[in-house]
């Protein structure tokens, strides 16, 4: 009986990585049909004319380009404006911790649409009131940075956050009985401690700001981003060249999936080898 | 505070507090109160902004009520203003998406957490990461493709005799929307839930088998109890992303379905009347925030839970 529920359970983990990838696999395969219809059936021969497509799409490209910048502003803002949020957040107590605390989270939670029209309606209203035409307050990519990082830098203040709590305060306190500067103290210190929660903050900004349409949609102005184009074309009459671009995407995904998994199985390997050695040497002791 | 101040000096410090303030303030508190000040006032040409018509006043809101369409459920028929129609579906299948993604990542998560190897545990977990590298959109597109009356999963269907004609599965209402949703927020449920149940001790599990109790008695009296923080926390965030999703219900939406967030769309992109949009907009933030409150409220867990 148990024999049966476990293999059930294997059965069941299966089908949903099934359920998960396949979908991407038909997207793929659409990507080399020629058909003027994206989709796998009826499979009317292999064609790659849809990848160079893709590459004469100027607008593709130009959207290609905005959502590397947007993403690029966004992580840089993010990181910056989380990574303080953290350092305060960690020194304050009280009520007041609490409500910094959950104001921040919260924007997390705020629907995408509402962050997107509260944002463009406040700085261009803020033009208006101050009759400017300077660029800041009309709409444009630049909103959507703003509207991002509104709820982006929640993300990276938690990361942050749960790496401060392994920092030992007492170097700090050492460092400036030393004759250390504030700045030394926040450089050479607390910040190297971060760096890894502020790289993992940085990456999950970058793939979050690309992946954003919500707040992008309501404060883009006329500028693309690639979702934003692609649900365009997705909308309108679409050509495979969509699929061409989400087969590379998903290929450049692959690709650092198999370099992560197998950096990872080597670094396991080298453990596993050091716990052995050192098994051996404490038999070889006694 | 003061802890600060003696740390990094009075300079940092500032800087520190500024960009927080920049961020909550500028990006966060003023918009918002932005937003809901505009709600209420008309939406005028531009030479009549400030003049005698810009008043405040409800109207924005009202025109929820506005416009009756008559459905019928279980054989009732009943008149109910359209907005309210599309509101009430809204929360009604951002619940329906929530549940069902419940249901399949559970069984998924407590496997993951205390059954599989955990040596090969790291590559399931990547092999799950790859769909939620590739963006939304993309995704959404591919259900599109799946779902087509034309497309792989009626002619396999067909293949395999289940059925006889093909469906028209983005003609049925909120079919695709839920399938789309579903497909796209699954893992927020899924990780939560095996944190969750990664945390409770093996033994406990042992002791309840020894015992004699049935599985089933040990999921609903062990497992689920102490799950329940990461439960909560993978419904809240299905459910807001659900009730928020734009692309999902715009790529996979038919003709007789309508999201909500499309109805603040189309007054914000096509009427261009933002100050409706405003009072819609913020109807759906605080009619969630409503709705996440008593659903914690009710499962007796916190904010600070969820963000974990």
């Not at chain 2, 009520?65 to 008149?79: A, I």
Request: hydrophobic share 55%.
């Amino acid at each position: 009986m148990h024999n049966l529920r476990l293999n059930l359970a294997r059965i069941y983990m299966v089908l949903f990585i099934i359920y998960l990838l396949a979908p991407l696999v038909v997207m793929s395969g659409a990507a080399f049909n020629d058909s003027k219809l994206p989709s796998i059936v009826p499979w009317k021969g292999f064609t790659t004319m849809w990848f160079s497509e893709m590459i004469a799409d100027q607008r593709m490209m130009v959207a290609f380009a905005n959502t590397l910048w947007v993403a690029a502003a966004v992580a840089l803002i993010s990181v910056i404006v989380g990574t303080a949020s953290a350092i305060l957040i960690n020194s304050v107590s009280g009520k007041v911790r609490t409500a910094l605390y959950g104001m921040m989270i919260s924007t997390i939670l705020i629907p995408g649409v509402v962050i997107g029209i509260s944002t463009m309606i406040l700085w261009t209203k803020m033009g208006n009131a101050l009759g400017t035409e300077f660029f800041l307050f009309n709409p444009g990519l630049h909103l959507s940075v703003l509207g991002q990082v509104s709820y982006i830098a929640a993300m990276v203040m938690l990361l942050v956050l749960a790496r401060l709590q392994s920092f030992d305060a007492g170097l700090e306190e050492a460092a400036l009985d030393l004759g250390a500067s504030h700045t030394q103290v926040m450089r050479r210190i607390l910040l190297p401690h971060l760096y890894p929660a502020i790289g993992a903050g940085a990456a999950v900004a970058f793939f979050q700001s690309i992946e954003n349409f919500n707040v992008t949609q309501f404060t883009r102005g006329g500028a693309d981003t690639l979702t934003v184009y692609v649900f365009s074309k997705v909308r309108s009459g679409i050509t495979p060249t969509i699929n061409a671009l989400a087969f590379l995407l998903i290929l450049v995904t692959l690709v650092l999936a198999v370099i992560y998994e197998l950096n990872r199985r080597r670094r396991a390997r080298i453990e596993a080898a050091r716990e052995a050695e050192a098994r051996r040497a404490e038999a070889a002791e006694l | 505070m003061q802890d600060l101040l003696r740390r990094y000096g009075f300079g940092l410090t500032l800087a520190m507090c500024l960009l927080v303030a920049f961020w909550l303030v500028m990006l966060v508190i003023v918009p918002n109160i932005t937003l809901f000040e505009q709600s209420f006032r008309p939406y005028l040409p531009v030479t009549e902004v400030g003049g005698p018509k810009d008043v405040y006043s409800f109207n924005n809101y009202m025109k929820v009520f506005d416009g009756d369409v008559e459905r019928s459920f279980l054989g009732f028929t009943f008149h109910i203003p359209v907005h309210v129609y599309t509101f009430g579906l809204t929360i009604f299948y951002s619940m329906v998406t929530t549940v069902i993604c419940f249901v399949m990542a559970y069984p998924l998560a407590y496997f993951m957490a205390k059954i599989v190897n955990p040596k090969s545990l790291p590559t399931l977990i990547l092999l799950l990461f790859i769909p939620l590298w590739v963006s939304e959109v993309l995704r959404a597109f591919a259900w599109w493709i799946i779902l087509a009356f034309k497309g792989p999963l009626n002619a396999l269907l067909l293949g395999v005799g289940l059925i006889e004609d093909p469906i028209r599965w983005t003609n049925m209402g909120y079919t695709g929307v839920v399938v789309g949703l579903v497909y796209t927020y699954v893992l927020f449920m899924l990780f939560p839930i095996y944190n969750a149940i990664q945390s409770l001790d093996t033994n406990q599990i042992e002791a309840a088998e020894d015992l004699g109790a049935p599985w089933w008695k040990i999921h609903w009296r062990i497992v689920l109890p102490h799950s329940k923080p990461g439960i909560a926390s993978g419904s809240v965030m299905v459910f807001m992303l659900s009730a928020g999703s734009l692309l999902v219900p715009s790529i996979l939406g038919s003709t007789t379905s309508q999201w909500f967030t499309q109805t603040i769309d189309q007054w914000f992109k096509d009427a261009l009347d933002w100050n409706t949009a405003s009072a819609y907009a913020f109807l759906l933030l605080l009619l969630c925030t409503v709705f996440v409150t008593v659903a914690m409220w009710l499962f007796k867990v916190k904010l600070s839970d969820i963000a974990k």
